[in-house]
């Protein structure tokens, strides 16, 4: 899967590619964290574009380093100008990307689905796909709360992904939080 980062404005979605990390050298040269499955492959979608899709930035691929891509920035010569781009966050429009394969989903397209149960029950819509290592959890806000909850993102709980439809199937795990119990428990003391 391909890294969050879209405006949820149709099809004008876009996909978090990478960061500009800094200054490589004195000639202009940037350092590229890329998320894409082969680093690589960032020059490769044309023009990246900035969040909000106001400036734009041609990469060339130089070399790689342990911290990340050496790539050449069309219109920068000089290190002070490759510093200022330090932080940029680079996009693509969704639809430069590849179509994923069976099974698979880009985060921008999961973000927005209405989650419901198997019974049809509404639980909110997915704001976020969150991942801290152990995979992929959807983050659904149910309509009116503040609060959000959080699914796994595996086969025992998403029964079924209908982008077209603009849905997603969950079936919700019993589970319950030891924290909450001992809130609601009367102290014997």
Same mark, same amino acid.
């Given at each position: 899967?391909?890294?969050?980062?879209? +405006?949820?404005?149709?099809?004008? !979605?876009?996909?978090?590619?990478?960061?500009?990390?800094?200054?490589?050298?004195?000639?202009?040269?940037?350092?590229?964290?890329?998320?894409?499955?082969?680093?690589?492959?960032i020059?490769?979608?044309?023009?990246? $574009?900035?969040?909000a899709?106001d400036a734009?930035?041609?990469?060339?691929?130089?070399?790689?380093?342990?911290?990340?891509l050496?790539?050449?920035?069309? /219109?920068?010569?000089? !290190?002070?100008?490759?510093?200022?781009?330090?932080?940029?966050?680079?996009?693509?429009?969704? +639809?430069?990307?590849?179509?994923?394969?069976?099974?698979?989903?880009?985060?921008?397209d999961?973000?927005?689905?209405?989650?419901?149960?198997?019974? %049809?029950?509404?639980? %909110?819509?997915?704001?976020?796909?969150?991942?801290?290592?152990?995979?992929?959890?959807? $983050?659904? !806000?149910?309509? %009116?709360?503040? !609060?959000?909850?959080?699914?796994?993102?595996?086969?025992?709980?998403?029964?079924?992904?209908?982008?077209?439809? /603009?849905?997603?199937?969950?079936?919700?795990?019993? $589970?319950? +939080?030891?924290?909450?119990?001992?809130?609601?428990?009367? +102290?014997?003391?």
């Open positions: 899967m391909t890294q969050n980062g879209s +405006d949820e404005t149709g099809d004008h !979605r876009r996909v978090l590619l990478g960061h500009i990390a800094g200054a490589h050298g004195i000639r202009g040269a940037v350092l590229v964290r890329s998320y894409t499955a082969e680093a690589e492959a020059a490769g979608y044309g023009p990246l $574009e900035t969040e899709g734009r930035y041609v990469l060339r691929v130089e070399g790689a380093t342990a911290k990340g050496i790539c050449r920035v069309d /219109g920068v010569a000089d !290190r002070t100008a490759a510093e200022a781009l330090k932080g940029v966050a680079l996009y693509v429009a969704r +639809d430069r990307l590849p179509p994923p394969d069976e099974g698979e989903y880009y985060h921008a999961l973000i927005g689905l209405q989650a419901v149960t198997e019974a %049809g029950a509404p639980l %909110g819509a997915v704001v976020a796909v969150l991942n801290y290592g152990a995979g992929d959890i959807l $983050e659904v !806000r149910a309509e %009116g709360a503040k !609060r959000t909850e959080l699914y796994p993102m595996t086969e025992a709980v998403v029964r079924r992904v209908d982008l077209a439809g /603009g849905s997603v199937v969950l079936a919700p795990p019993e $589970e319950v +939080d030891a924290g909450d119990q001992a809130a609601a428990e009367p +102290d014997d003391a």
